[in-house]
Protein backbone atom coordinates (compact mmCIF):
# COMPACT_ATOMS: atom_id res chain seq x y z
CA UNK A 1 0.00 0.00 0.00
CA UNK A 2 1.15 3.63 -0.87
CA UNK A 3 1.50 6.76 1.46
CA UNK A 4 -0.20 10.17 -0.23
CA UNK A 5 0.09 13.68 0.43
CA UNK A 6 -3.18 15.65 -0.09
CA UNK A 7 -3.44 19.47 -0.41
CA UNK A 8 -5.57 22.06 -0.29
CA UNK A 9 -6.60 25.58 0.12
CA UNK A 10 -8.62 25.72 3.69
CA UNK A 11 -11.39 26.60 2.13
CA UNK A 12 -14.60 24.17 1.82
CA UNK A 13 -14.51 24.12 -2.29
CA UNK A 14 -11.08 22.88 -1.93
CA UNK A 15 -11.52 20.81 1.01
CA UNK A 16 -14.38 18.25 0.09
CA UNK A 17 -13.22 17.02 -2.92
CA UNK A 18 -9.85 16.32 -1.02
CA UNK A 19 -11.50 14.70 1.60
CA UNK A 20 -13.76 12.74 -0.50
CA UNK A 21 -10.69 11.39 -2.24
CA UNK A 22 -9.04 10.63 1.37
CA UNK A 23 -11.59 8.25 2.27
CA UNK A 24 -11.80 6.91 -0.68
CA UNK A 25 -7.89 6.35 -1.05
CA UNK A 26 -8.01 5.03 2.98
CA UNK A 27 -10.39 2.69 2.35
CA UNK A 28 -8.46 1.22 -0.63
CA UNK A 29 -5.54 0.52 2.42
CA UNK A 30 -3.70 3.51 1.78
CA UNK A 31 -2.19 5.99 3.99
CA UNK A 32 -2.96 10.27 3.46
CA UNK A 33 -2.00 13.11 5.29
CA UNK A 34 -3.13 16.40 4.55
CA UNK A 35 -1.37 19.71 3.74
CA UNK A 36 -3.22 23.38 4.45
CA UNK A 37 -3.76 26.19 5.93
CA UNK A 38 -5.03 27.36 9.47
CA UNK A 39 -8.68 27.48 7.92
CA UNK A 40 -9.17 24.03 7.68
CA UNK A 41 -11.24 23.36 10.90
CA UNK A 42 -13.92 25.53 10.73
CA UNK A 43 -16.15 23.59 8.04
CA UNK A 44 -17.84 21.31 11.51
CA UNK A 45 -15.63 18.20 10.30
CA UNK A 46 -12.60 16.35 10.87
CA UNK A 47 -10.48 16.01 7.63
CA UNK A 48 -9.61 12.20 7.17
CA UNK A 49 -6.40 11.71 7.41
CA UNK A 50 -3.62 9.83 9.35
CA UNK A 51 -2.48 13.27 9.94
CA UNK A 52 -3.19 17.17 8.96
CA UNK A 53 -0.09 19.59 8.62
CA UNK A 54 -0.45 23.09 8.30
CA UNK A 55 2.05 24.45 5.93
CA UNK A 56 3.04 28.08 6.34
CA UNK A 57 1.96 29.78 2.90
CA UNK A 58 0.99 33.54 1.80
CA UNK A 59 -0.86 34.55 -1.05
CA UNK A 60 1.61 37.03 -3.80
CA UNK A 61 1.87 39.57 -6.57
CA UNK A 62 4.24 38.82 -9.12
CA UNK A 63 3.42 42.50 -10.24
CA UNK A 64 4.69 44.49 -7.22
CA UNK A 65 8.05 42.66 -6.37
CA UNK A 66 8.19 44.49 -2.61
CA UNK A 67 4.86 43.81 -1.80
CA UNK A 68 5.33 39.74 -2.91
CA UNK A 69 9.34 39.39 -1.16
CA UNK A 70 6.90 38.52 2.46
CA UNK A 71 4.57 36.69 1.00
CA UNK A 72 7.47 34.58 -0.92
CA UNK A 73 9.54 34.18 2.37
CA UNK A 74 6.43 32.75 3.78
CA UNK A 75 6.12 30.27 1.28
CA UNK A 76 9.78 29.35 0.99
CA UNK A 77 9.85 28.28 4.72
CA UNK A 78 6.74 26.23 3.94
CA UNK A 79 8.40 24.85 1.23
CA UNK A 80 11.30 23.77 3.27
CA UNK A 81 8.88 21.90 6.39
CA UNK A 82 6.81 20.53 3.56
CA UNK A 83 10.36 19.02 2.08
CA UNK A 84 11.34 17.65 5.55
CA UNK A 85 8.28 16.05 6.21
CA UNK A 86 8.40 14.54 2.24
CA UNK A 87 11.80 13.68 2.99
CA UNK A 88 11.12 11.83 5.69
CA UNK A 89 7.93 9.99 4.76
CA UNK A 90 8.53 9.23 0.36
CA UNK A 91 4.87 10.13 -0.83
CA UNK A 92 4.14 7.82 -3.79
CA UNK A 93 2.46 11.07 -5.46
CA UNK A 94 0.82 14.30 -4.50
CA UNK A 95 -2.85 15.76 -5.01
CA UNK A 96 -3.26 19.30 -4.55
CA UNK A 97 -6.66 20.72 -5.16
CA UNK A 98 -6.25 24.49 -6.14
CA UNK A 99 -5.60 27.23 -3.45
CA UNK A 100 -2.35 28.93 -2.62
CA UNK A 101 -1.89 26.69 0.65
CA UNK A 102 -1.22 23.75 -1.77
CA UNK A 103 1.86 26.02 -3.84
CA UNK A 104 4.78 25.51 -1.21
CA UNK A 105 3.98 21.59 -0.84
CA UNK A 106 3.41 20.72 -4.50
CA UNK A 107 6.83 23.15 -5.14
CA UNK A 108 8.43 21.09 -2.17
CA UNK A 109 7.18 17.67 -4.43
CA UNK A 110 8.39 18.74 -7.40
CA UNK A 111 12.21 19.15 -6.48
CA UNK A 112 11.67 15.95 -4.81
CA UNK A 113 10.26 14.43 -7.74
CA UNK A 114 7.44 13.65 -6.19
CA UNK A 115 4.37 12.69 -9.01
CA UNK A 116 1.90 15.66 -9.00
CA UNK A 117 -1.73 15.45 -9.51
CA UNK A 118 -3.43 18.82 -9.68
CA UNK A 119 -7.51 18.58 -9.78
CA UNK A 120 -9.40 21.72 -11.00
CA UNK A 121 -13.01 21.86 -9.28
CA UNK A 122 -14.11 25.48 -11.41
CA UNK A 123 -14.56 25.41 -15.53
CA UNK A 124 -11.48 28.00 -14.64
CA UNK A 125 -8.03 26.85 -14.12
CA UNK A 126 -7.33 28.69 -10.76
CA UNK A 127 -4.42 31.18 -10.24
CA UNK A 128 -2.67 28.52 -7.99
CA UNK A 129 -3.18 25.41 -10.45
CA UNK A 130 -2.00 27.33 -13.28
CA UNK A 131 1.42 28.02 -11.24
CA UNK A 132 1.82 24.43 -10.85
CA UNK A 133 -0.12 23.15 -14.19
CA UNK A 134 3.22 22.75 -16.21
CA UNK A 135 4.85 20.61 -13.49
CA UNK A 136 1.90 18.26 -13.55
CA UNK A 137 1.78 14.74 -14.47
CA UNK A 138 -2.16 14.58 -14.60
CA UNK A 139 -4.55 17.34 -14.73
CA UNK A 140 -8.10 16.28 -13.41
CA UNK A 141 -11.03 18.58 -14.30
CA UNK A 142 -14.62 18.90 -12.90
CA UNK A 143 -15.55 19.93 -16.60
CA UNK A 144 -15.34 18.73 -19.80
CA UNK A 145 -14.30 22.26 -20.90
CA UNK A 146 -12.44 23.75 -18.79
CA UNK A 147 -10.94 27.39 -19.52
CA UNK A 148 -7.24 28.22 -19.25
CA UNK A 149 -5.35 24.78 -19.50
CA UNK A 150 -1.95 25.50 -20.92
CA UNK A 151 -1.78 25.71 -24.73
CA UNK A 152 0.88 22.56 -24.45
CA UNK A 153 0.92 20.97 -20.67
CA UNK A 154 3.63 18.32 -19.68
CA UNK A 155 0.53 16.43 -17.94
CA UNK A 156 -2.35 14.30 -19.29
CA UNK A 157 -5.77 16.64 -19.30
CA UNK A 158 -8.62 14.20 -18.07
CA UNK A 159 -11.90 14.86 -17.25
CA UNK A 160 -13.53 12.82 -14.13
CA UNK A 161 -15.40 15.26 -12.11
CA UNK A 162 -15.95 17.21 -9.43
CA UNK A 163 -15.19 14.01 -5.90
CA UNK A 164 -17.97 15.01 -3.87
CA UNK A 165 -18.11 13.19 -0.03
CA UNK A 166 -19.91 9.90 0.67
CA UNK A 167 -22.76 11.59 2.70
CA UNK A 168 -23.52 13.45 -0.64
CA UNK A 169 -23.81 10.35 -2.17
CA UNK A 170 -25.76 9.01 0.41
CA UNK A 171 -28.36 11.77 0.37
CA UNK A 172 -28.64 11.35 -3.63
CA UNK A 173 -30.51 8.38 -3.68
CA UNK A 174 -33.62 10.37 -2.19
CA UNK A 175 -35.71 10.67 -5.60
CA UNK A 176 -36.29 14.00 -6.93
CA UNK A 177 -39.91 14.91 -5.19
CA UNK A 178 -41.96 17.04 -7.82
CA UNK A 179 -44.34 19.88 -6.88
CA UNK A 180 -47.66 19.55 -6.30
CA UNK A 181 -50.77 21.37 -5.68
CA UNK A 182 -51.74 22.28 -2.64
CA UNK A 183 -48.56 20.72 -0.82
CA UNK A 184 -45.75 22.58 1.18
CA UNK A 185 -42.70 23.40 -1.34
CA UNK A 186 -39.56 23.21 -0.21
CA UNK A 187 -37.28 26.15 -1.21
CA UNK A 188 -33.16 26.13 0.01
CA UNK A 189 -31.49 28.99 -0.04
CA UNK A 190 -27.61 29.42 1.07
CA UNK A 191 -24.44 30.80 -0.30
CA UNK A 192 -21.51 31.65 1.71
CA UNK A 193 -20.78 34.89 3.57
CA UNK A 194 -21.67 36.99 0.54
CA UNK A 195 -24.42 35.21 -0.91
CA UNK A 196 -25.98 34.92 2.60
CA UNK A 197 -25.61 38.86 2.99
CA UNK A 198 -27.26 39.05 -0.71
CA UNK A 199 -29.83 36.54 -0.39
CA UNK A 200 -31.22 37.72 3.41
CA UNK A 201 -32.18 40.80 1.47
CA UNK A 202 -33.78 39.10 -1.46
CA UNK A 203 -35.59 36.31 -0.96
CA UNK A 204 -37.73 37.50 1.69
CA UNK A 205 -38.39 40.86 -0.95
CA UNK A 206 -39.13 38.02 -3.58
CA UNK A 207 -41.59 36.30 -1.23
CA UNK A 208 -43.65 39.33 0.35
CA UNK A 209 -44.60 39.65 -3.70
CA UNK A 210 -46.91 36.44 -3.59
CA UNK A 211 -50.31 36.15 -1.93
CA UNK A 212 -50.85 34.96 1.54
CA UNK A 213 -52.32 31.70 0.44
CA UNK A 214 -49.22 31.09 -1.67
CA UNK A 215 -46.77 32.19 1.48
CA UNK A 216 -48.41 30.12 4.02
CA UNK A 217 -47.42 26.64 1.30
CA UNK A 218 -43.68 27.37 1.02
CA UNK A 219 -40.99 27.02 3.68
CA UNK A 220 -37.82 28.43 2.95
CA UNK A 221 -34.32 26.65 4.63
CA UNK A 222 -31.94 29.63 4.62
CA UNK A 223 -28.50 30.15 5.75
CA UNK A 224 -27.63 33.71 7.01
CA UNK A 225 -24.96 35.38 8.92
CA UNK A 226 -25.29 35.07 12.19
CA UNK A 227 -25.69 39.11 12.55
CA UNK A 228 -28.80 38.89 9.72
CA UNK A 229 -30.68 35.62 11.26
CA UNK A 230 -32.67 37.72 13.96
CA UNK A 231 -34.41 40.60 11.18
CA UNK A 232 -34.65 37.12 8.37
CA UNK A 233 -37.01 35.02 10.56
CA UNK A 234 -38.57 38.34 11.35
CA UNK A 235 -39.61 39.45 8.28
CA UNK A 236 -40.49 35.19 7.34
CA UNK A 237 -42.75 35.61 10.46
CA UNK A 238 -44.44 38.63 9.18
CA UNK A 239 -44.86 37.45 6.26
CA UNK A 240 -46.35 34.01 7.24
CA UNK A 241 -43.72 32.19 5.63
CA UNK A 242 -42.22 28.88 7.97
CA UNK A 243 -38.89 28.72 7.91
CA UNK A 244 -35.56 27.11 9.32
CA UNK A 245 -32.73 29.72 9.71
CA UNK A 246 -28.79 28.82 10.81
CA UNK A 247 -25.45 30.17 9.91
CA UNK A 248 -24.25 26.86 9.04
CA UNK A 249 -25.71 23.34 8.55
CA UNK A 250 -23.95 20.29 9.21
CA UNK A 251 -26.45 18.07 7.49
CA UNK A 252 -26.62 19.99 4.13
CA UNK A 253 -26.70 17.47 1.86
CA UNK A 254 -29.69 15.98 3.19
CA UNK A 255 -31.47 19.84 2.89
CA UNK A 256 -30.35 19.10 -0.10
CA UNK A 257 -32.12 16.19 -0.68
CA UNK A 258 -35.24 17.72 0.22
CA UNK A 259 -35.33 20.51 -1.47
CA UNK A 260 -37.42 20.99 -4.23
CA UNK A 261 -35.64 23.84 -5.73
CA UNK A 262 -32.17 25.84 -4.23
CA UNK A 263 -31.21 29.30 -4.56
CA UNK A 264 -27.21 29.11 -4.32
CA UNK A 265 -24.01 31.06 -5.44
CA UNK A 266 -22.54 28.63 -7.61
CA UNK A 267 -19.02 27.51 -6.31
CA UNK A 268 -17.85 24.02 -7.54
CA UNK A 269 -18.98 22.18 -4.97
CA UNK A 270 -22.79 23.37 -4.68
CA UNK A 271 -22.58 22.70 -8.48
CA UNK A 272 -21.08 19.17 -8.14
CA UNK A 273 -23.09 18.56 -5.49
CA UNK A 274 -26.29 19.99 -7.21
CA UNK A 275 -25.66 17.87 -10.50
CA UNK A 276 -24.94 14.59 -8.70
CA UNK A 277 -28.26 14.80 -6.38
CA UNK A 278 -30.30 16.12 -9.30
CA UNK A 279 -31.22 19.23 -7.93
CA UNK A 280 -33.13 21.91 -9.40
CA UNK A 281 -31.24 25.41 -8.95
CA UNK A 282 -31.14 29.17 -9.50
CA UNK A 283 -27.52 30.12 -9.53
CA UNK A 284 -26.71 33.41 -8.37
CA UNK A 285 -22.42 33.50 -9.11
CA UNK A 286 -20.71 35.89 -6.74
CA UNK A 287 -20.07 38.76 -8.80
CA UNK A 288 -16.04 39.70 -7.93
CA UNK A 289 -14.47 36.35 -8.18
CA UNK A 290 -10.90 37.96 -10.21
CA UNK A 291 -11.55 34.63 -12.42
CA UNK A 292 -15.34 34.75 -12.75
CA UNK A 293 -15.03 30.81 -12.08
CA UNK A 294 -18.57 30.81 -10.53
CA UNK A 295 -20.13 32.12 -13.40
CA UNK A 296 -18.16 29.80 -15.57
CA UNK A 297 -19.35 26.82 -13.81
CA UNK A 298 -23.12 28.03 -13.47
CA UNK A 299 -23.50 28.34 -17.46
CA UNK A 300 -22.01 24.99 -17.52
CA UNK A 301 -25.11 23.45 -15.49
CA UNK A 302 -27.26 26.22 -17.23
CA UNK A 303 -25.89 24.85 -20.41
CA UNK A 304 -26.78 21.22 -19.84
CA UNK A 305 -30.08 22.17 -18.38
CA UNK A 306 -29.89 21.73 -14.88
CA UNK A 307 -29.90 25.60 -13.78
CA UNK A 308 -31.14 28.97 -14.55
CA UNK A 309 -28.13 31.89 -14.57
CA UNK A 310 -28.57 34.95 -13.21
CA UNK A 311 -26.38 37.85 -12.63
CA UNK A 312 -26.28 39.19 -8.95
CA UNK A 313 -26.83 42.85 -10.64
CA UNK A 314 -29.73 41.64 -12.93
CA UNK A 315 -32.00 40.45 -9.90
CA UNK A 316 -34.17 41.66 -7.95
CA UNK A 317 -37.34 41.20 -5.23
CA UNK A 318 -39.53 41.23 -8.25
CA UNK A 319 -37.88 39.46 -11.11
CA UNK A 320 -37.09 36.59 -8.42
CA UNK A 321 -41.28 36.45 -7.66
CA UNK A 322 -41.34 36.06 -11.28
CA UNK A 323 -38.66 32.96 -11.75
CA UNK A 324 -40.25 31.42 -8.57
CA UNK A 325 -43.68 31.79 -9.78
CA UNK A 326 -42.45 30.35 -13.11
CA UNK A 327 -40.75 27.57 -11.94
CA UNK A 328 -43.27 26.57 -8.84
CA UNK A 329 -46.31 25.96 -11.32
CA UNK A 330 -47.09 22.44 -10.38
CA UNK A 331 -48.70 21.87 -13.88
CA UNK A 332 -45.04 23.24 -16.18
CA UNK A 333 -43.09 20.47 -15.11
CA UNK A 334 -40.24 22.38 -15.55
CA UNK A 335 -38.45 22.13 -12.70
CA UNK A 336 -38.72 18.41 -12.43
CA UNK A 337 -36.95 18.22 -16.23
CA UNK A 338 -34.27 20.49 -14.57
CA UNK A 339 -33.64 18.16 -12.09
CA UNK A 340 -33.02 15.38 -14.50
CA UNK A 341 -31.18 17.41 -16.42
CA UNK A 342 -28.95 18.01 -13.41
CA UNK A 343 -28.39 14.67 -12.50
CA UNK A 344 -27.72 13.72 -16.13
CA UNK A 345 -24.51 16.11 -15.74
CA UNK A 346 -23.54 14.67 -12.34
CA UNK A 347 -20.25 12.83 -12.00
CA UNK A 348 -21.18 10.30 -8.49
CA UNK A 349 -18.26 7.84 -9.78
CA UNK A 350 -15.66 11.23 -10.20
CA UNK A 351 -13.87 10.10 -6.72
CA UNK A 352 -13.64 6.34 -7.76
CA UNK A 353 -12.01 7.88 -11.20
CA UNK A 354 -9.63 9.81 -9.46
CA UNK A 355 -8.37 7.59 -7.03
CA UNK A 356 -7.58 4.82 -10.34
CA UNK A 357 -5.81 7.35 -11.63
CA UNK A 358 -4.00 8.29 -8.65
CA UNK A 359 -3.00 4.86 -7.39
CA UNK A 360 -1.93 4.53 -11.48
CA UNK A 361 0.14 7.39 -11.32
CA UNK A 362 1.98 6.09 -7.85
CA UNK A 363 2.47 2.52 -9.27
Not at 114 to 123: D, F, K, Y
Request: proline content about 7%; aromatic content about 6%.
Amino acid sequence: MAYFILCAGGTGGHLFPAQSLSEVLQRRGHTVDLMTDERADTYGVSFPARRTHIIPSATFSPRNIFQSIPGALTIGKGMVEAFKIMRRNKPAAIVGFGGYPTLPPLFAAWLRGVPIVVHEQNAVLGRANAVIAKRARLIATSFANTDGIPDSPRAIVMHVGNPVRANVITAARKPYREPKANQVFELLVFGGSQGARVFADLVPGALEQFSEEVRREIHVTQQCRPEDIVRVREAYETLGVPCDLGAFFVDMPERMARAQLVIARSGASTVAELSVMGRPSILVPYPHALDHDQARNAERLQDAGGAILTLQKNIGPVRLSQLLARLMEPRSGELSKMASAAREAGRPEAVERLAVEVEALAS
